[in-house]
């Protein structure tokens, strides 16, 4: 009789797609189980008004699921569980005997909409990461020309540099320089150098050198081979997030070459994402350790990359304009790939060819207080850097370079003696997707290129959005709710594609593994659980293709990640405490059959982060998402 009732209701309900309390297809079913863990109850009364089913009655059983005798039990709620015990359910055989119908949510897999989702949503990551290719980011940037002025005819050539995309060229006569150094460092440092390389060797007969600073594992061997044997440019490897003796030796190596510079030098210092740690030099009395110990503490805080660039700036002697002075009288061309939001030239990799005219000692040592940095607080400062920035504080220590600096000063009125021009950023990312969104057949809504925050913060933001653009495809009848339809986001299937870089804040003694892309999505994922929404899928990267201490760029989730959990009785407390602890790598990594960690290897570029939400139009009826929002309520 059980059996025979549980296979009919369950076959009405997965056909008819009936009684659902999310998007997905649900079957019922009575089985006899303990009543250990019921954390909520309501009436039947107060729920049948919502719940919708066909009342048709099983043909062997002659039970109809909402016959009277089951009405009178009482109904419970437990995640997307509803149960219901009854006294009545067995009136002719068993007395008083507990029963419950269980309502579960069938699709653990991907449904058919989010696998294809899933499918466009890495291609849009593809094609964003691809369009800040820093080979193709300096090579559109970069040109030799001639220009024709030498009086028997012949031609100078010239090394012409737009200062935007098809706007306004600077000129570097190419005859006027003895010597060209590249000083390159950065996650994009190798691809930027071998652009800047090939393209002036082809017309400059004279000497070329130059220092490459490379992230470990962030150049091919053919690469460095390249640079070494035909351009004369050493490659350094260095090590990232967290700075080692073989970044002090490579910042050294570029400052000496700098010092030796001339008037009769060009420089091209091509920086990226990641220069600040590769591109490190200990001011005295500090030591490698005591910076460690102060990217560390940084890290951890939750503080902006921007805002840590103040602090690191004061702490070396290649930041905040300082490699620019030390290779004065020299000519200095900076070429920059922007992983910061807004793209603050004197930010980036700590700005070591930029005038620091937005920041000094006092700025610096209102951060420490800020957050926590000082003596006692969760992410003290080692001693020497308190007692360095205080001394700066007072005046006894010169500060970063400002742009009354003769490094910085204009040659016959005309040109700057040291130019910065941007290459690539965030927002060449973000259009590169939404244009490949569009073809894919999504609406395409930028969202900005400036997003920040703690990223368990901002998940919720993303969350929201994908709640109102279900709304939007739901077939309501109630007038006054159908007016959500006048006020749509975006026309369905939509793209919602935001650019920026959140934070993660990490406790003391934090053991976790993950990155703030890892954080952003597992997070996300638990909401779209908790709000039973399907048909979502959201991904989000870091473009360098690194994510945290960790080896994938980033992750992908939909509506279903956490109900895929292997081996967990409670699944949403188990990704929870694994948010708790972030560890958002190792329990990504345990889905079975399931990639949401997304391993691009390193891209060669690095412009911060992409983060994209996509959600389909497959309409719903009104019933799918109001059982959702009665039950909430109620319970």
């Given amino acids: 009789f059980v059996s025979s009732m549980v296979i009919s209701m369950a076959s009405s309900l997965v056909f008819r797609r009936c009684w659902r309390p999310s998007t997905s297809n649900v079957a ?69 005997r507990r029963t419950k119908a269980t309502l579960l949510a069938l699709p653990k897999a991907k449904t058919e909409n989010e696998s294809q989702m899933t499918k466009d949503a890495l291609q849009m990551i593809k094609t964003a990461i691809h369009a800040v290719d820093p080979f193709v980011a300096v090579s559109n940037r970069m040109r030799i020309q001639d220009d024709g002025s030498n009086l028997d005819g012949s031609s100078k050539s010239q090394l012409a540099v737009e200062q935007q995309s098809g706007g306004a060229q600077l000129k570097y006569d190419l005859e006027n320089y ?63 997030p967290i700075p080692d003796e073989r970044s002090v030796a490579a910042a050294n190596e570029i400052l000496q070459s700098a010092y030796d510079s001339d008037e009769k030098t060009l420089v091209i210092a091509c920086i990226s994402g990641g220069g600040s740690a590769l591109f490190c030099s200990p001011r005295d009395p500090l030591t490698l350790e005591d910076l460690v110990a102060t990217n560390t503490a940084l890290l951890a805080s939750g503080m902006p990359i921007e805002k840590m660039n103040v602090i690191r700036k004061r702490l070396e002697n290649g930041k905040g304009g300082k490699l620019a002075v030390a290779a004065y009288p020299a000519t200095v061309l900076t070429l920059v790939l922007s992983d910061i939001i807004r793209d603050p030239l004197d930010m980036i990799a700590s700005g070591p060819t930029v005038p620091d005219d937005g920041s000094d000692w006092n700025d610096a040592c209102k951060l ?109 009848t109630n007038d006054e709710i159908s007016r959500t339809k006048l006020f749509p986001i975006a026309k369905l299937p939509c793209a919602l594609i935001v650019g920026g870089e959140t934070t993660v804040t990490l406790p003391p003694r934090c053991n976790g593994k993950g990155g703030r892309n890892q954080e952003l999505a597992l997070t996300a994922a638990v909401k779209l659980r908790e709000m039973n929404l399907r048909d979502v899928v959201l991904a989000s990267v870091g473009t360098d293709g690194t994510d945290g201490p960790t080896d994938a760029a980033g992750a992908i989730i939909d509506g279903g990640t956490i109900s895929r959990l292997a081996s967990c009785d409670d699944v949403e407390a188990f990704a929870k405490e694994a948010l708790n602890h972030h560890d958002a790598y190792n329990l990504l990594s345990k889905l079975e059959d399931d990639i949401s960690l997304i391993k691009t290897g390193p891209t060669g570029t690095n412009v911060a982060d992409v983060c994209i939400i996509l959600y389909d139009d497959v309409p719903l009826k009104t019933n799918q998402l109001m059982i959702n929002h009665d039950i909430s309520t109620r319970c």
């Fill in 28 to 96: 019922a079913f009575l089985t006899n189980r303990s009543w250990a863990g019921i954390t909520s109850m309501t009436s039947y009364d107060s729920m049948k008004d919502s719940i919708h089913y066909s009342g048709k009655t099983s043909r062997r059983s002659g039970f109809n699921f909402f016959s009277p005798s089951f009405s009178q039990g009482c109904w419970y709620t437990q995640n997307d569980i509803i149960f219901c015990e009854s006294s009545k359910f067995y009136p002719s055989r068993v007395a008083a």
């Fill in 178 to 240: 003895n010597t060209i150094k590249i000083f390159s460092f950065g996650k994009a440092s190798a691809a930027m150098a071998m652009a800047a390389a090939k393209i002036i060797s082809d017309a400059y007969p004279k000497h070329l050198e130059g220092v490459v600073v490379i992230k470990d594992g962030h150049a091919t061997s053919k690469e460095i081979q390249t640079m070494n044997e035909e351009y004369n440019i050493v490659v350094r490897s260095a090590s990232h």
């Fill in 368 to 476: 420490v207080e800020d957050y926590g940095l000082g003596c006692g607080g969760d992410h003290e400062l080692p001693a020497a850097v308190l007692e360095l920035l205080q001394v700066g504080k007072t005046g006894n220590l010169d500060d970063t370079p400002k742009s009354k600096h003769p490094a910085f000063s204009s040659t016959a009125g005309l040109t700057k003696l040291c130019e910065t021009v941007l290459v690539g950023n965030n927002d060449a990312a973000v259009m590169a997707a939404a244009e490949e969104a569009e073809e894919l057949g999504y609406h395409p809504v930028v969202l900005g290129t400036c997003m920040e925050g703690e990223a368990s913060c901002i998940a919720g933001v993303y969350v929201t959005m994908a709640e109102m653009l279900a709304r939007q495809r739901i077939n309501f």
